[in-house]
């Protein structure tokens, strides 16, 4: 397999542009995470999904972030319009639930988003 | 809520030497706890966890962490350090519908 792939791997935009991130899970995976991760903050879960329903999107920052997973083998993070403050490496993540919190998550290599 | 602390942000040690980085948790239930590894430009990788039995649990790569429930803690230990272990370790803990809160992250160096 694969692993979890996003892309792109580096995103440079102005602000006020959209920006969308992509993701594609291990396939058989029914859990997808995103986190952001900056040197402030460290790795904040933004929002997770189980079998491509949002389940817990509390930590996405504000209305200018949506999340969606159309398919178990494909998810998106929007940001519109992009901040400066937004600058961070998002990671995706997926794992597949076999009945304990102990299922490992498996991490994509990031997107590393540059907002000027 | 759960939390995470890792008191050390930065350690460095020698190549051969041992290491111990240390995490503290706060979790009302049993916790599910990870170590994971993230090396430059790259994504976390999973080291090891632990949800019950042997409170000493081994890793990928030589590492092992032993859970202290009376000290709320998980500390990542290994033997032997070597270069190739430079890279920032997290610790996390996790509930058991899988979300996971992440420590601030400890970076390693290791000298020649």
């Known amino acids: 397999d694969a692993g979890v792939i996003q892309s792109p791997r580096h995103e440079v935009t102005e602000m006020g542009q959209e920006v969308t991130l992509r993701c594609k899970p291990i396939s058989g995976h029914d859990y997808l995470f995103w986190y952001r991760q900056t040197m402030m903050r460290g790795l904040e879960l933004l929002i997770y999904?189980?079998?491509?329903?949002?389940?817990?999107d509390s930590g996405m920052p504000e209305d200018r972030f949506s999340a969606k997973m159309p398919n178990a083998s494909f998810s998106t993070l929007k940001i519109q319009p992009s901040e400066p403050r937004d600058s961070a490496v998002y990671f995706c993540?997926?794992?597949?639930?076999?009945?304990?919190?102990?299922?490992?998550?498996?991490f994509g290599p990031g997107t590393r988003l540059t907002v000027l | 809520a759960q939390s995470v602390t890792q008191p050390d942000i930065h350690i460095t040690v020698s190549e051969g030497a041992s290491l111990e980085l240390r995490c503290n948790y706060s979790y009302g239930a049993t916790p599910y706890l990870f170590w994971y590894v993230q090396s430059p430009g790259q994504g976390l990788q999973l080291l090891l966890k632990y949800f019950s039995g042997d409170t000493l649990v081994q890793g990928i790569k030589g590492f092992e962490a032993e859970f202290k429930r009376s000290q709320s803690s998980f500390n990542l230990r290994k033997p032997s350090v070597h270069w190739s272990d430079a890279a920032e370790y997290f610790c996390a803990v996790g509930t058991n519908a899988g979300k996971s809160t992440f420590g601030d992250g400890t970076t390693l160096t290791v000298k020649p």
């Open positions: 993540a997926s794992r597949l639930h076999s009945g304990g919190g102990t299922d490992t998550q498996y």
């Open positions: 999904f189980n079998n491509n329903v949002p389940i817990d």
